[in-house]
């Protein structure tokens, strides 16, 4: 075999992410694949999806939802007269270069599509909306904190050991701090100002591109994390968020997090959670609990 023919079948056994053959929870009202690219520039300490944060993970994993482009849409060109829907996570698929060329083969074979993003590559983001080849039909954009404190989503937490009893001190005050991790060699408190202020900036541009599609095309997710989504938190999201938003908050699972310290983190209470909801419906009526 010659080396172009060598890399040819290289590139189509190589195992690219994980499909979900079916899902009917991933696309609002669209019966869907789901297929999640691994690897991710975040290190949300909550996070489920260690395997996909950690691609080597994944690689070590014997898994059967583990297959290449060309399986997906071998998957996809059976299963056209079923499904409607093509659903792109990660991770954070846009870190990979192949996003544009999955969007745009899954438009040509008839099927709606469905990107998942962290919102910190708006540039990546505005290029595959603004072409019609490769824009998806829905968007759903994570919004994890106040993007003031995104920084942070970049190193390991870590939660002081004291119990917390007081609902609205837990509401009110993060009580989380940054230690170092193999990802990164400093601390949070030796990162030049301006960096963090880029970072809160990328985060703010995403959410000014999603709000200016059609409101029927994007929604807003955010994961209630005691000491990471508080009340101001909540507040500084809704206040850059349009009034007829979709605005879904998630009750946080300490299982299987990314950071272990996070699996001995109680969730808010149902209460907690319905005050958080509360103050979200001010400013975005269109908010719920999922």
């Not at 909540?234 to 699996?263: G, M, P, R």
Request: net charge neutral.
């Amino acid at each position: 075999m010659n080396g172009s023919g060598e890399k040819q079948e290289s590139r189509k056994q190589k195992k690219d992410g994980i499909l979900i053959k079916t899902t009917l929870v991933d696309f609002p009202s669209v019966l869907s694949s789901a297929f999640f690219l691994p690897g991710c520039n975040l290190r949300c300490p909550y996070c489920q999806n260690r395997e996909l944060v950690l691609p080597l993970l994944l690689q070590e994993q014997e898994n059967e939802n583990l297959v290449s482009i060309e399986d997906l849409f071998t998957h996809l060109e059976r299963r056209k007269n079923v499904l409607s829907g093509l659903v792109i996570s990660g991770g954070e698929p846009l870190l990979n270069s192949r996003t544009k060329e999955i969007l745009s083969r899954a438009k040509k074979l008839g099927y709606k599509t469905k990107l998942d993003t962290n919102g910190t590559f708006p540039e990546k983001l505005e290029e595959i909306l603004e072409n019609p080849e490769t824009r998806p039909d829905y968007v759903a954009l994570d919004v994890k904190t106040s993007p003031e404190k995104y920084f942070e989503m970049l190193i390991e937490y870590s939660r002081n050991s004291e119990p917390q009893n007081d609902s609205q001190d837990r509401m009110k005050t993060s009580q989380t701090k940054a230690v170092n991790t193999q990802e990164t060699a400093i601390a949070q408190n030796s990162v030049p100002e301006k960096l963090k202020t880029a970072l809160a900036e990328k985060i703010k541009k995403s959410i000014k591109i999603i709000s200016d599609l059609p409101p029927k095309s994007y929604e807003i997710r955010t994961v209630l994390v005691p000491g990471i989504t508080t009340k101001d938190d909540i507040e500084n999201i809704s206040s850059l968020l349009n009034k007829d938003a979709s605005w879904y908050l998630a009750h946080f699972s300490n299982i299987s997090c990314l950071s272990k310290t996070f699996e001995n983190l109680q969730p808010y209470s149902r209460e907690e959670e319905q005050t958080l909801l509360d103050t979200a419906r001010k400013k975005v009526k269109n908010t719920f609990l999922r």
